[in-house]
């Protein structure tokens, strides 16, 4: 025992001390060109893996410990930087373009073979073959990756590393209890194109792979043009619930109103590009390239491209070019090969920052980012390309898109989070049909935005309602409070987009029990005459910020229950949409779906569907895909 507390009385003052003499050192990273702030540089303590990453203003924090003697500053395009500390606590520094590394990287991303270490260049030149975490930014620098550990298969020979997010259903809330429900919009649909594949690979989708709100607003209802100056229109339908007779649909749409096509004003798009091994199949990297071909030739003479692609490092293929040169553009792309590691956070950084170098006041600007969703060399922490292109985001009014591509190696949670983050959309693609969707059908909707932090809060009256639960939008909901602030931010809207929801409601004269908090003992919950005599079911809330404004606008509409129609005489959107959303909560293997099958949803969906559109008539055969598979699998 004394021989321990010798040792410890010995370590203590060197740990303490180790402890105490850690070092913060801070700065700014400009260009020695023109003295402008560059944000995403890689600042390292040399032979350590403690290091930051600058932000958007170019400024950077790192705690190092004592003995360190060099920072080194690093970013693709950019001459690697070597500063002496000598006991400094703030570093300014002043960074080059270096355009031989520049075309080194651009060559390792058309043709992966050529320059291997420029592949991962930003782990091998600081670290060598020490696969280790960096310190304090979250980013994982695997700087020895090889070809062969960084490629991923496409799930055939069962390397599946596919990630989704855990969807827990909305319950019922009780509404003397939880009188209002606030979420943001969503108008993403990648989800069901993607259980489509799993479909049409006569699989079933995983559970949390399937995000109900996504599946209703894939399709178009035929929602009724804005009026006036109101950029929205609001279609409300109230009936029985298909699956349970004894509760009732609330159907809620909105149509954004569409843009005169005549006057788009012009657009600065870059095109981000996974090029890494993981994007060697059919239905990825070559699928990719036939996708932004299609977009490009939906652009104007005023709109301008430009393309960046990553792999084990990130490089400008294509310098901003005029849309209407399209042999240019399409000879970039049909240089792009795959192969290496995934430089996810240095291809996102470098392509803001052409997005930036090329802004178009008052013009659509936009990244584009297309990828497997994989990130696993660099800034690949989600957090840490949130907090990056939500600063963007604020700042240059810089949107996101994003496209998914592929199996087996597919990142849904992160790309989802990440679209979020940007303002933006976002779009799996799982074949040419839906590509031609959403490039060449949808264009306009899917690129220009015209609300943005757009939310609905319902306040539902209880003497008609007893409890409610809104299907889908689970990772949207917002805090009650959040509905009325305008510095939380929220889903935008498209030109000519909708937006569709449901809530399933409990009536308030059901016999039927609903969870609650026991009695309170310092406030009392009531009803009032006012609220008995109306006859509303629910007042909407709806409020957006117009593009170029940070003040939002509020709209109102009331539902009354004497709203309510038969099942059999409500619109085809109601019953369309019902019959997606029962789909979406059978392949979720809902609570809440009670006895219903794949017949009924079958049954309401041919008795709703328009004949002349494709996409609802596929529809119908993935649900009687999904009944088969669903039927071998229970034998």
Not at 75 to 97: C, D, F
Not at 175 to 186: A, G, H, K, L, Y
Request: glycine share 8%.
């Amino acid at each position: 025992m004394k021989r321990f507390l010798l040792i410890l009385l010995v370590l203590l003052p060197s740990f303490l001390f180790s402890q105490i003499t850690d070092i913060t050192i801070s700065g700014k990273v400009t260009s020695k060109a023109d003295g402008i702030a560059i944000p995403g540089v890689l600042v390292v303590a040399k032979g350590t893996t403690y290091g930051s990453y600058t932000d958007i203003g170019g400024n950077y924090s790192i705690v190092i410990p004592p003995e360190s003697k060099v920072l080194v500053f690093s970013l693709p395009g950019l001459k690697t930087h070597e500063e002496e500390i000598k006991n400094r606590t703030h570093i300014n520094v002043a960074m080059e373009s270096d355009n031989k590394k520049i075309e080194e990287i651009v060559t390792t991303g058309l043709n992966i073979q050529k320059e291997e270490k420029y592949c991962n260049y930003a782990g091998d030149e600081l670290f060598g073959s020490d696969r280790s975490i960096l310190k304090g930014s979250g980013a994982n620098l695997d700087g020895g990756i090889s070809f062969s550990e960084a490629y991923y298969d496409d799930g055939d020979n069962g390397n599946n590393t596919e990630e989704y997010s855990n969807i827990t259903e909305n319950e019922y809330k009780n509404v003397f209890e939880n009188p209002v429900s606030t979420f943001s919009i969503d108008v993403d649909n990648a989800s069901y194109s993607n259980v489509r594949r799993f479909l049409n690979n006569n699989q079933m989708p995983p559970n949390d792979a399937v995000r109900i709100e996504e599946m209703i607003n894939y399709f178009d209802y035929d929602y009724k043009e804005p009026k006036g100056e109101t950029p929205f229109s609001f279609v409300t339908e109230i009936s029985d619930a298909p699956w349970n007779i004894e509760h009732k649909l609330i159907h809620i749409g909105i149509q954004g109103k569409k843009i005169d096509y005549e006057d788009l004003k012009p657009s600065n798009l870059v095109f981000l590009v996974d090029v890494s091994g993981s994007m060697s199949s059919a239905n990825k990297l070559p699928l990719l390239v036939k996708s932004l071909k299609m977009l490009v030739r939906g652009l104007s003479k005023k709109d301008h491209v430009s393309l960046v692609v990553y792999a084990g490092a990130a490089g400008v293929v294509l310098e901003s070019t005029s849309a209407s040169d399209t042999t240019t553009i399409f000879e970039a792309l049909d240089r792009l090969k795959s192969g290496g590691s995934t430089a996810g956070g240095a291809g996102v950084t470098l392509a803001y920052n052409i997005c930036q170098k090329n802004l178009i006041q008052d013009g659509n600007n936009r990244v584009i980012l297309a990828t497997d969703g994989d990130f696993n060399v660099g800034t690949s922490s989600t957090g840490a390309l949130v907090d990056l292109i939500t600063e963007y985001r604020q700042k240059y009014d810089i949107y996101l898109t994003i496209c998914g591509f592929g199996m087996g190696n597919y990142k849904d949670d992160k790309m989802e989070e990440i679209s979020n983050a940007g303002n933006g959309n976002y779009f799996y693609i799982d074949n040419e049909a839906e590509a031609e969707k959403v490039f060449v059908k949808d264009l306009r909707a899917n690129m220009f935005t015209i609300a943005k932090d757009v939310k609905i809060q319902i306040e539902f009256n209880p003497a008609e309602v007893k409890a409610y639960r809104l299907i889908g939008y689970e990772n949207r909901i917002l805090a009650k409070e959040d509905f009325d602030n305008d510095k939380k931010d929220a889903g935008e809207l498209g030109a000519g987009h909708t937006v569709t929801a449901i809530y399933e409601i409990i009536p308030a004269n059901s016999d039927e029990e609903v969870q609650k908090v026991g009695d309170l003992k310092y406030q009392q919950t009531g009803i009032t005459n006012e609220a008995k005599k109306s006859g509303e079911i629910m007042t909407l809330k709806f409020r957006y910020k117009p593009i170029h404004s940070e003040k939002s606008i509020l709209i109102e509409e009331v539902v009354k229950a004497s709203d309510y129609k038969d099942l059999s005489k409500t619109s085809d959107a109601y019953k369309f949409s019902a019959a997606v959303a029962s789909f979406g909560m059978l392949l979720r293997e809902s609570k809440f779906i009670e006895n219903y099958s794949y017949d009924d949803v079958l049954e309401l969906a041919k008795s709703s569907y328009n004949k002349d559109d494709q996409y609802q008539e596929e529809f119908i055969q993935l649900v009687e895909r999904a009944k088969t598979l669903a039927a071998m699998k229970s034998e």
